[in-house]
C-alpha cells in the first residue's frame, strides 16, 4: 500500500487527471507478492486517451514497461461516473475500490453507482485509507497551456488509434469474450486482457453450488 500510495502520488500529478483509487486484490487486502498494483483513474472529459497515453509513455520510459506497480487498466472521464455493467465482479471492485487521490470525486464515484449496495450495502459507505486532495500549482498551469481544440483533435486521434489497436492485438477473441474483457469508450476504458475476471467468477460459481447441494437448497428449491 505503500507503494500504491506513492505511485497514485505521482499519477494525480500528471495533467487531467482528476481522481486515483485502487482495485483489484491490494484494494481488498490480501495481495500476494508478485500481483500487479490495479488503478482506477478518473479523467477530464475529453482527456482520457492523453492521459492513458501520457501514463503508458512513462511506464515505458522510467518503469521499462513494468506492470507490477503501474497496471493502469480501468479509466473513465468525471461526466461518465456511472458504470453500466452491473454483475457481482462489478459490484465487488466498485465497493472495495480504496481512494488515494481526490476523495470527493470518489463520493460522487459511489454515489453514481450506488447500484453496487445491492451486493454490498455494508461496505458502500465504510471509511477507506487516508486520500490526499492536493495538486501542484504546475499542473493546472500546464493544463492551461494547451490548446482546448488542438486537445480534443489529439484526443479523439489516440482514441482511434488506441481502439484500432487493441482490436487488432485481440483479433483472436470472439465478440462475447471481447466485450467481456474490454470496453473502449471515448470516455471509458476497461482493460482486462488475462481474463481473470472469469475464472474468479467462476470458481464463486462453483464454491456457491457447493455450499447449496451441502445444504440441501437445491432439492428443497427441486
Known amino acids: 500500500m505503500k507503494t500504491a500510495k506513492r505511485f497514485s502520488r505521482l499519477i494525480s500529478w500528471f495533467p487531467f487527471v482528476r481522481g486515483v483509487f485502487i482495485s483489484g486484490s491490494l484494494s481488498k487486502g490480501f495481495a500476494a507478492k508478485r500481483d500487479d498494483i490495479d488503478y482506477f483513474i478518473v479523467t477530464e472529459p475529453g482527456r482520457l486517451w492523453l492521459v492513458r497515453s501520457l501514463l503508458i509513455l512513462f511506464k515505458k520510459i522510467f518503469l521499462l514497461n513494468s506492470y507490477r506497480n503501474f497496471c493502469i487498466n480501468y479509466f473513465v472521464d468525471s461526466n461518465h461516473l456511472f458504470i453500466k455493467e452491473h454483475n ?14 481526490n476523495n470527493a470525486m470518489y463520493q460522487r464515484f459511489l454515489d453514481q453507482n450506488s447500484w453496487a449496495g445491492n451486493y454490498y450495502p455494508n461496505l458502500m459507505d465504510k471509511n477507506k485509507h487516508d486520500c490526499h486532495n492536493h495538486e501542484p500549482a504546475l499542473k493546472k498551469v500546464f493544463e492551461k497551456m494547451f490548446s482546448v481544440s488542438l486537445t480534443d483533435k489529439l484526443d479523439m486521434y489516440l482514441y482511434r488509434k488506441s481502439l484500432s489497436y487493441i482490436r487488432a492485438k485481440f483479433s483472436h477473441m ?45 432439492q428443497a428449491a427441486e
Do not use: C, G, W
Open 88 to 101: 457481482r465482479f462489478t459490484a465487488t471492485e466498485i465497493a472495495f475500490l480504496v481512494p488515494l487521490f
Open 174 to 218: 470472439d465478440e462475447d469474450n471481447f466485450s467481456q474483457s474490454f470496453r473502449v469508450l471515448r470516455h471509458e476504458l476497461k482493460y482486462l486482457p488475462n481474463s481473470q475476471h472469469f475464472s474468479i467468477m467462476d470458481k464463486y460459481k462453483e464454491r456457491v453450488n457447493r455450499f447449496m447441494k451441502k445444504h440441501e437448497f437445491l
